[in-house]
């Protein structure tokens, strides 16, 4: 009998050969869709700023964020991030709080703008395909944006610092994502829109998800734009499919 594990492999390889479409779907279409427009603005958001934020704890916070991601959360020191910042370790106390505090502060903020960005987009007025089309997107501006905090959620999942009450779960968002997806799923099916059979409904919906936040993966060497369509002749329409 095969278990649930061993339908891992060979439903991920399925979405990226055959893709999830029921039939596939042009670029101009998904380009104009209401879930592809809400990405675009939520991303953009990401880009402002507090008018009151004080220079000198957006510099700290873009220096431990850089630490952390280089150096690992356990491996760093108040004092390696006062180092690089160049500010006395006394004064990054007094800016910053505790080591566990200032992960918390960064991760926050990194979670807020990713579960803020999925939720439009699963929102939306737009067929579930389109919708999937647009997480990728999101995806993909998350790996390229927030690199550094990618590798602490991914460092976190591996070996977690101490337990604090101001601990944050890097992976709190996960759950939420997962029941979109397999609503998506399901909604996709329902409208002959999705095709993406085998193997109980939660497994292939982790694996869809795993996908979409695969799809940022070759965005350091192709691009945002060349990562969104690489996702979309695999993901979306299979690799097998390409002339």
């Given at each position: ?225 060349g990562a969104h369509a690489l996702a979309r002749e695999t993901v979306l329409r299979g690799a097998a499919t390409l002339d």
């Amino acid at each position: 009998l095969t278990t649930r594990g061993e339908l891992v492999p060979e439903l991920r390889i399925k979405i990226l050969l055959h893709g999830i479409a029921q039939r596939s779907p042009e670029d101009s279409a998904l380009d104009r869709s209401k879930a592809l427009r809400t990405a675009r603005r939520a991303v953009e958001s990401w880009d402002e700023k507090m008018d009151d934020a004080d220079e000198r704890l957006t510099h700290l916070f873009a220096v431990a964020r850089a630490e952390f991601g280089r150096r690992g959360y356990e491996s760093t020191t108040m004092r390696d991030i006062a180092a690089s910042a160049g500010m006395s370790t006394g004064t990054v106390y007094r800016l910053l709080g505790s080591k566990d505090q200032l992960l918390f502060d960064i991760m926050s903020s990194y979670s807020q703008k990713v579960v803020a960005a999925w939720d439009a987009v699963v929102r939306s007025d737009s067929p579930p395909l389109a919708k999937i089309d647009a997480l990728t997107w999101v995806a993909i501006n998350v790996v390229d944006r927030f690199s550094n905090e990618v590798r602490i959620s991914l460092a976190w999942m591996r070996q977690s610092p101490p337990s604090t009450p101001t601990s944050p779960s890097l992976g709190a968002f996960l759950p939420a994502q997962l029941r979109h997806v397999r609503a998506l799923m399901a909604a996709g099916a329902k409208t002959r829109e999705i095709l993406f059979e085998g193997g109980p409904a939660d497994i292939r919906a982790r694996c869809l998800l795993e996908a979409i936040w695969g799809a940022g993966s070759p965005v350091t060497t192709a691009g945002i734009r060349g990562a969104h369509a690489l996702a979309r002749e695999t993901v979306l329409r299979g690799a097998a499919t390409l002339d």
